[in-house]
């Protein structure tokens, strides 16, 4: 099966820092996406990459970027994390979209 | 631009009864792809069952399966035999252009009772 982990399942800042919050797919997909959850809004894409060294943006990409150096590593960066930044975030990969996606697990995130 | 939208935040159901949910959406693609997912309190997305909108059967994977009104652009989940495994949120989402991005809805939270 395919796995995509995520590094941390929780994890606090503090505001200001910078985090990274950091993905791994082992089976060679081309396409990755990192997105949020949150209550009553659902999952809303932040970025997605469908290839090395690519990054497209998403539908709320502001105070995120992104890097994508290896194919099986997908970054996502919160330059200087903000209290509106505290979410569930969940990243995936697909070899293509018509297949459907394979989630990590998540990680929460809490900006204090 | 595509939209999702699933108008129930909440639903119950006892164990071993049957439960539709309801999703909609709206799209200018000609040929899409429409999911339904699942996410227990573990948190892990997991992939309940798919259709392709040019195919006029529904989608049916064992207790799961999905009335799809193209016309009226509808998406419903129906769960049969609910168990409390069943527990979970469900998020309907659609494949817009360029077939790589999902739209996800609000998502609904099924509570399963004994």
């Known amino acids: 099966d395919v796995k995509v982990t995520q590094s941390s399942r929780y994890l606090v800042k503090r505001t200001g820092e910078k985090v990274f919050l950091e993905c791994v797919q082992d089976m060679d997909h081309e396409n990755m996406f990192w997105y949020r959850q949150d209550p009553g809004l659902g999952l809303r894409l932040i970025y997605f990459?469908?290839?090395?060294?690519?990054?497209e943006k998403g539908d709320i990409p502001e105070g995120y970027s992104v890097s994508r150096e290896k194919k099986e590593r997908f970054s996502l960066i919160l330059e200087s994390a903000s209290t509106n930044q505290t979410s569930m975030y969940l990243c995936?990969?697909?070899?293509?979209?018509?297949?459907?996606?394979?989630f990590g697990s998540g990680t929460r995130l809490t900006v204090v | 631009a595509q939209t999702v939208t699933q108008s129930q935040p909440e639903m119950s159901v006892q164990e071993a009864e049957t439960v539709t949910l309801s999703c909609t959406y709206d799209?200018?693609?000609?040929?899409?792809?429409l999911f339904w997912y699942k996410q227990p309190p573990s948190r892990q997305m997991i992939l309940v069952i798919r259709?392709?909108?040019?195919?006029?059967q529904n989608a049916t994977e064992n207790r799961f399966s999905v009335n799809f009104q193209k016309a009226a652009k509808s998406f419903s989940l129906k769960i049969s035999d609910s168990q409390l495994g069943d527990t979970a949120m469900y998020f309907c989402?659609?494949?817009?252009?360029?077939?790589?991005?999902?739209?996800f809805g609000a998502g609904t939270r099924l509570a399963v009772h004994p």
């Open positions: 799209t200018s693609e000609s040929n899409y792809y």
């Open positions: 995936a990969s697909s070899p293509t979209g018509v297949l459907g996606y394979t």
């Open positions: 259709q392709e909108a040019y195919k006029q």
């Open positions: 989402a659609s494949l817009s252009g360029g077939y790589n991005k999902l739209i």
């Open positions: 990459s469908y290839d090395v060294k690519m990054k």
